[in-house]
Structures are given as structure tokens and as C-alpha cells.
């Protein structure tokens, strides 16, 4: 999180079509690789389209830039690579509005450093299909374990449907998003339970205390262990499975050479007038 601006930061990176999610990694996580410290071996000597994004208030992405980087035979990005990302990101124009009002973007077509255009990519697709929403769903899920930052005010729920700010009215527009998006269209009964996941969250004041800091800390840390499990998990089924083809391979490669060892025998036998 960048404190000075108040916000998170993340790169997306897509299929060759730029229709669907490949991977997703903290900013962090991003320079390292710009520093030659990993390696992206599932994109290795292609040509990557990819998404910056900074979300703000209520995990409401605020900003995207859709840029394109090579990728080596070694799995190294390109050390040439020098997109001004976050600069790109404050001076791009008007994109999709996702939820809370239209959000900043900057693509091929709409670069506000024209020189840099060639090393960026058009989004194609409209409402949940734009690249710009897959960006949103991303933050949704929150699998990199992002803050929701607080806003600052009076009791969380009360303040944000009373308050005309834009940026407000997202964050209660999101939540409801996210819960329809998993049970289906919102009723009446369940509002109350958004408003107390709300208020829990940025508490009574408007500020989140110690505890509850602790507690959504431990919260997090919880489900990225768990979810490093799974991962583990599915990794480790994978390599078993792939073992158990191997040995399967083997297997018919055996009996094939058997049976052709066969043949050459009855062939020898041929030639000698054995039979």
C-alpha cells in the first residue's frame, strides 16, 4: 500500500486473448521481477498483456493501465521494460464505470504518454466481460490479501448511505455486488448483515481498533494458509497424476518393446530356417 496516496497496488496478467485471468501478484511482487529476482516460467518466451491497477476505498479499483511485456526462453521479463505505470495510472482518462462511477484508464488507444502506446494493449469486451471488471473481481476475491481502507467519519453503515460521495456509495454498491455475485439477488433480510459486516469492519467510529485490526489480521492469515493448502493440494494431485500417466506411458512403451523383441525373434528364426 502506498501510504503517501492512499492506495494498493497490483498487476494482473492475462491470456494471449486478454479475456481471462492467467495470474495475479502484489506491485511488489512485479518490480521484483522487473529486478531479474524470479521468473514467470508459465509465460516464458511470449509476449505478456497485462494490467496495473490501484484500488482505493472499499477495495473499489479506482485506476488501470493495460500495458504488454516480453518474457524470455528463461522465464525473465524483459530488463528494457520501463513503463512509468503509476504515472500512466494518474493521468489516464475516463474508462468503465465498475460500480462507483467511472475509473481512470489508460490503453493502446488511450495512452497519456504517446510514445509509450506500442507497449500497450486495447481491452475488448463490455459490462462483466471488460478486462477492466476482470480486474475488479480479482480485488473482490482478494486472494493477495488486500486492506479495506477505512474512510474516515461517523458509524460505518449510516455514514457511507447517508454520505452523496461517489466513493461512498461505492463501497456499499461493492459489498452488494460481492454478496449477489455469491447468493444470488439481495433481499431485505440480508442488508442487515451487510450493514454489520460494515460496521465491523470500520467499527463504530469510523476507525478500526487495535483488536480489530488483530483480529481481521489473524482473518487474513488464515485464509491465505488455507488457501496455500489447497493450492498445495491441488500442485501435489497434479504431480501424482502425472506420475501415475508416466508410469502408464512406461508401461505400454515395455510392452511394445516386448512385443517387438518378439518379432525380431520369430524374424532371426526365419532367416536361419528354424522354423
Same mark, same amino acid.
Given at each position: 500500500?502506498?501510504?503517501?496516496?492512499?492506495?494498493?497496488?497490483?498487476?494482473?496478467?492475462?491470456?494471449?486473448?486478454?479475456?481471462?485471468?492467467?495470474?495475479?501478484? #502484489?506491485?511488489?511482487?512485479?518490480?521484483?521481477?522487473?529486478?531479474?529476482?524470479?521468473?514467470?516460467?508459465?509465460?516464458?518466451?511470449?509476449?505478456?498483456?497485462?494490467?496495473?491497477?490501484?484500488?482505493?476505498?472499499?477495495?473499489?479499483?479506482?485506476?488501470?493501465?493495460?500495458?504488454?511485456?516480453?518474457?524470455?526462453?528463461?522465464?525473465?521479463?524483459?530488463?528494457?521494460?520501463?513503463?512509468?505505470?503509476?504515472?500512466?495510472?494518474?493521468?489516464?482518462?475516463?474508462?468503465?464505470?465498475?460500480?462507483?462511477?467511472?475509473?481512470?484508464?489508460?490503453?493502446?488507444?488511450?495512452? +497519456?504518454?504517446?510514445?509509450?502506446?506500442?507497449?500497450?494493449?486495447?481491452?475488448?469486451?463490455?459490462?462483466?466481460?471488460? +478486462?477492466?471488471?476482470?480486474?475488479?473481481?480479482?480485488?473482490?476475491?482478494?486472494?493477495?490479501?488486500?486492506?479495506?481502507?477505512?474512510?474516515?467519519?461517523?458509524?460505518?453503515?449510516?455514514?457511507?448511505?447517508?454520505?452523496?460521495?461517489?466513493?461512498?456509495?461505492?463501497?456499499?454498491?461493492?459489498?452488494?455486488?460481492?454478496?449477489?455475485?455469491?447468493?444470488?439477488?439481495?433481499?431485505?433480510?440480508?442488508?442487515?448483515?451487510?450493514?454489520?459486516?460494515? =460496521?465491523? =469492519?470500520?467499527?463504530?467510529?469510523?476507525?478500526?481498533?487495535?483488536?480489530?485490526?488483530?483480529?481481521?489480521?489473524?482473518?487474513?492469515?488464515?485464509?491465505?494458509?488455507?488457501?496455500?493448502?489447497?493450492?498445495?493440494? #491441488?500442485?501435489?494431485?497434479?504431480?501424482?497424476?502425472?506420475?501415475?500417466?508416466?508410469?502408464?506411458?512406461?508401461?505400454?512403451?515395455?510392452?511394445?518393446?516386448?512385443? /517387438?523383441? /518378439?518379432?525380431?525373434?520369430?524374424?532371426?528364426?526365419?532367416?536361419?530356417?528354424?522354423?
Amino acid at each position: 500500500m502506498t501510504g503517501r496516496e492512499g492506495f494498493q497496488e497490483l498487476v494482473v496478467l492475462f491470456d494471449a486473448a486478454g479475456r481471462k485471468v492467467d495470474l495475479e501478484m #502484489r506491485f511488489g511482487q512485479f518490480n521484483g521481477l522487473l529486478g531479474q529476482k524470479g521468473t514467470l516460467n508459465s509465460h516464458a518466451a511470449s509476449a505478456v498483456k497485462a494490467a496495473y491497477a490501484q484500488v482505493g476505498a472499499g477495495l473499489c479499483v479506482r485506476a488501470v493501465v493495460f500495458f504488454q511485456f516480453k518474457v524470455n526462453q528463461q522465464g525473465y521479463v524483459d530488463p528494457a521494460f520501463n513503463l512509468p505505470l503509476a504515472y500512466m495510472a494518474q493521468n489516464a482518462g475516463e474508462g468503465p464505470d465498475l460500480g462507483s462511477g467511472p475509473i481512470l484508464m489508460a490503453s493502446r488507444s488511450q495512452c +497519456p504518454v504517446p510514445w509509450h502506446g506500442i507497449n500497450m494493449w486495447e481491452p475488448a469486451g463490455e459490462g462483466q466481460a471488460h +478486462p477492466a471488471m476482470l480486474v475488479q473481481k480479482v480485488v473482490w476475491r482478494n486472494r493477495l490479501g488486500l486492506k479495506p481502507i477505512p474512510m474516515r467519519g461517523g458509524n460505518a453503515v449510516t455514514r457511507l448511505l447517508s454520505r452523496p460521495r461517489r466513493e461512498a456509495r461505492g463501497v456499499v454498491e461493492t459489498v452488494m455486488q460481492m454478496d449477489e455475485a455469491v447468493n444470488g439477488p439481495t433481499p431485505v433480510g440480508r442488508l442487515q448483515a451487510i450493514a454489520e459486516k460494515l =460496521t465491523a =469492519t470500520f467499527g463504530d467510529s469510523g476507525r478500526v481498533s487495535a483488536g480489530q485490526h488483530t483480529r481481521q489480521h489473524r482473518e487474513q492469515t488464515g485464509q491465505v494458509a488455507a488457501q496455500f493448502r489447497q493450492e498445495m493440494e #491441488r500442485q501435489q494431485q497434479g504431480y501424482l497424476e502425472q506420475i501415475k500417466g508416466c508410469r502408464e506411458e512406461i508401461q505400454k512403451l515395455k510392452a511394445a518393446l516386448r512385443h /517387438e523383441q /518378439e518379432r525380431n525373434r520369430r524374424l532371426q528364426q526365419l532367416l536361419r530356417g528354424d522354423v
